[in-house]
Nanobody, 124 residues
Framework: QVQLVESGGGSGQAGGSLRLSCTASRDAWCMAWFRQYPGKERERVARIEKATGRTYYADSVKGRFTISRDYAKNTLSLQMNSLKPDDTDMYYC????????????????????WGQGTQVTVSS
């Protein structure tokens, strides 16, 4: 089992920045961020793989968001720059073993562990 706790959400303005963090109870091979707007399907944002550091970004955030990990602290971060109102969502941290990092683009059902989410609201 891996417990995940997100933090860092809040309100920001278009063009601004926010940084999300996710603290894991133990190490996980594959970690990712997803987001979901009420009434819509959860969508992938970014993913990072242990050891290789290989990353994936959704086209909608590529060049604006950066995913990173601190292995000593078992934390996952998402630096969000050049925010847009469309980035307004609940953001979820997800983790798993090697399987979730084996498919590109990331597949939601392959991630067994999820945080409770943190809300990000971007105003224009």
């Amino acid at each position: 089992q891996v417990q995940l706790v997100e933090s860092g959400g809040g309100s920001g303005q278009a063009g601004g920045s926010l940084r999300l963090s996710c603290t894991a109870s133990r190490d996980a091979w594959c970690m990712a961020w997803f987001r979901q707007y009420p009434g819509k399907e959860r969508e992938r944002v970014a993913r990072i793989e242990k050891a290789t550091g290989r990353t994936y970004y959704a086209d909608s955030v590529k060049g604006r968001f950066t995913i990173s990990r601190d292995y000593a602290k078992n934390t996952l971060s998402l630096q969000m720059n050049s925010l847009k109102p469309d980035d307004t969502d609940m953001y979820y941290c997800a983790a798993g073993g090697t399987e979730p990092c084996s498919a590109t683009p990331p597949v939601i059902r392959l991630f067994p562990y999820w945080g409770q989410g943190t809300q990000v609201t971007v105003s224009s």
